[in-house]
Antibody, heavy 120, light 108 residues
């Protein structure tokens, strides 16, 4: 059974940093691309970042987080990460990790999410 | 960025009814369109991809249609477990897939 478990969320002041983790199991993690998607309270879904499966990973970011967030992965640990710096109020929300095992761009497995709250 | 617009924002439906949700793209996305279901406090669940292909384990009462800029998700006979928020997502402009704002299907 595919499992994605996020952790690392919490309350942080504006300008602060957090590192999110996503632990994967039940599938060949190293073979698949991964994404971070977020959801502000009561709002819709917003794609945040993408990393390919390869060791020389291809990486993309949404314009809203470019230069502040860094995605990475450790295939030996079956883990995905999101380093979030210079956090803003508008970064508040639930952060989901999601994988693409079917078709590029289609997120077929999702974690339960971790809540990030940016507030003073 | 491709703007995705879903309508209506909320649908009040009785169990057993047929429901059709709409999703419009600001430009053609061919058939690179997915639908997700999200229940309160849960992660999104993939229902449909390629505009009309059901994901593994998705009941046949869910069907998707359309291409280009106009898409629909139809639930042929609404079950109690189907009350949720539904999102469409284009992935034609990969990796910057954009989601619609969601349609909430609630009990009438």
């Amino acid at each position: 059974e595919v499992q994605l478990v996020e952790s690392g969320g919490g309350l942080v002041q504006p300008g602060g940093s957090l590192r999110l983790s996503c632990a994967a199991s039940g599938f060949s993690f190293s073979s698949y691309s991964m994404n971070w998607v977020r959801q502000a309270p009561g709002k819709g879904l917003e794609w945040v970042s993408y990393i390919s499966s390869t060791s020389r990973a291809t990486i993309f970011y949404a314009d809203s987080v470019k230069g502040r967030f860094t995605i990475s992965r450790d295939n030996a640990k079956n883990s995905l990460y999101l380093q979030m710096n210079s956090l803003r109020d508008e970064d508040t929300g639930v952060y989901f990790c999601a994988t693409e095992t079917l078709v590029r761009g289609v997120m077929d497995y999702w974690g339960q999410g971790t809540l990030v709250t940016v507030s003073s | 960025e491709v703007l995705m617009t879903q309508s209506p924002a909320t649908l009040s439906v009785s169990p057993g009814e047929r429901v059709t949700l709409s999703c419009r793209a600001g430009q053609s996305v061919s058939n690179y369109l997915a639908w997700y279901q999200q229940k309160v406090g849960q992660a999104p669940r993939l229902l449909i991809y390629g505009a009309s292909t059901r994901a593994t384990g998705i009941p046949a009462r869910f069907s998707g249609g359309g291409s280009g800029t106009e898409f629909t998700l139809t639930i042929s006979s609404l079950q109690s477990e189907d009350f949720a928020v539904y999102y469409c997502q284009q992935y034609n402009k990969w990796p910057r897939g954009t989601f619609g704002q969601g349609t909430k299907v609630e009990i009438k």
